[in-house]
């Protein structure tokens, strides 16, 4: 299909910064790349009639890592560089907060608790016997230097898990939704063109412009190119570590009476729970099967979703009847290292990848990153 003489010269001449991916770190990227360069050309392409990856179907935790994760991380990384990841992700929820505000992105800091099934001793008090060693590798992160964690009794009437919870009382929640709309609402502001339906489907560089082919077959050059396509990033850089893993999540209809409020982490976060109002939203089960899950197809499997179930009704709603509301599933973009992958991958081309499940966390730094490439 030919775009007219007229779209081709209103929407894709002249384009100083071409953004590939509508999610969390493009548009952050392109807000960015706006207050440096007011006057610039900037267009956001996202293959999806809505942004199609993981920004608009997260959970909605904004949270920097449970004692178990960080346990975890611990194994592969240096403590300084475990400090170093929390204390991006604290700054990074808070550039969101202050980029769209609290109002907007219906934030609230109920906390949020890691549960300990009862069959993982082990690991519940490895990770009781070294909160204190988290608390102070942590507290040069926090300004009021007080403890993270802290031990509570479960009141919520879990059953199959251990008595004691771990509780951060840091940890928030936020409406995924209400986030992205606000961040496309600003872009649209800011003079951003955000294409939907525009996939990228390859790029070339020539005389010091990048030209770019959509889906449609049409070419078009930008003097600058920016990829946020994290799950979806080999298509454009095989040979990058980071590779798609998709999550499949479900929400229950209201239900009467829950008392369940904040955001919970079970299994060293391979599960996921939170309330939204009077629902419970509840995702995981990667680890079911990694391999089946390593893709960038969108889809159900019933092996995950009907272990989902049965823990929701054994584990986390035991006493209380519910209804399945609606399924979906997103793609993440993940790694043997949990930073991100943000750098020059060509001459004028740049990319911010590979955001794990943190990426309501850092993605509006990667994207304020990512963005400072243009002034190379
Ligand atoms: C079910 C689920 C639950 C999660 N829960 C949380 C949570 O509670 N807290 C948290 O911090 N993180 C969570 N995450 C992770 C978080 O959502 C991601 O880290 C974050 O959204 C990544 O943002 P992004 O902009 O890098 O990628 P994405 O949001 O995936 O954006 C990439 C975009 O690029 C587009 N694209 C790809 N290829 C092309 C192309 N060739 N041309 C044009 N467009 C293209 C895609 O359609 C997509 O919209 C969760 C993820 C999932 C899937």
Not at 5 to 10: A, R
Not at 206 to 216: G, V
Not at 284 to 301: A, H, M, S, V
Not at 322 to 327: A, D, L
Request: proline letters at 3%; glycine letters at 8%; charged letters at 25%.
């Amino acid at each position: 299909m030919n775009l007219s003489y007229w779209e081709h010269n209103t929407w894709l001449h002249n384009i100083d910064y071409a953004v590939i991916g509508s999610g969390i770190v493009g548009l952050s990227c392109a807000l960015s790349l706006r207050k440096e360069f007011p006057k610039s050309k900037i267009v956001v392409f996202e293959k999806g009639m809505l942004p199609s990856g993981a920004s608009t179907k997260n959970a909605g935790f904004a949270c920097f890592g449970s004692v178990s994760e960080i346990l975890e991380d611990l194994k592969s990384h240096s403590e300084a560089e475990v400090v170093e990841l929390v204390k991006k992700r604290v700054a990074g929820l808070e550039l969101l907060k202050k980029t769209l505000g609290e109002q907007q992105l219906h934030y609230f800091q109920h906390g949020g608790y890691e549960l300990f099934s009862q069959s993982d001793a082990h690991l519940y008090e490895n990770c009781i016997e070294n909160i204190s060693y988290i608390n102070n590798l942590l507290k040069p992160v926090f300004l009021d230097k007080k403890d993270v964690f802290s031990i509570k009794n479960d009141s919520f009437g879990f059953k199959n898990v251990q008595k004691q919870l771990i509780f951060n009382r840091f940890e928030g929640q936020l409406d995924t939704g209400q986030m992205m709309l606000g961040l496309i609402k600003k872009a649209s502001k800011e003079d951003i063109l955000v294409l939907n339906s525009a996939e990228i489907t390859s790029f070339r560089p020539e005389n010091e412009q990048i030209w770019l082919k959509m889906n449609n077959s049409e070419e078009f050059s930008a003097k600058k190119v920016f990829i946020a396509t994290n799950g979806f990033a080999k298509q454009f850089m095989k040979d990058e570590d980071v590779t798609p893993a998709r999550a499949q999540v479900l929400v229950t209809k209201p239900i009467k009476g829950l008392h369940l409020k904040g955001t919970f982490h079970l299994d060293k976060g391979y599960y996921y729970f939170r309330n939204i109002g009077d629902r419970v939203l509840f995702g995981g089960g990667r680890n079911l099967d990694f391999k089946t899950e390593e893709t960038t197809q969108l889809g159900l499997t019933e092996l995950v979703q009907n272990r989902l179930e049965a823990i929701l009704a054994t584990t986390i709603l035991p006493n209380q009847p519910f209804e399945i509301e609606t399924r979906w599933s997103g793609i993440m973009g993940v790694g043997r290292q949990k930073k991100p992958i943000v750098k020059k991958v060509a001459p004028n081309v740049y990319c911010g990848v590979r955001l794990g499940g943190m990426g309501v966390a850092i993605g509006s730094s990667v994207g304020q990153q990512l963005a400072k490439f243009a002034t190379e």
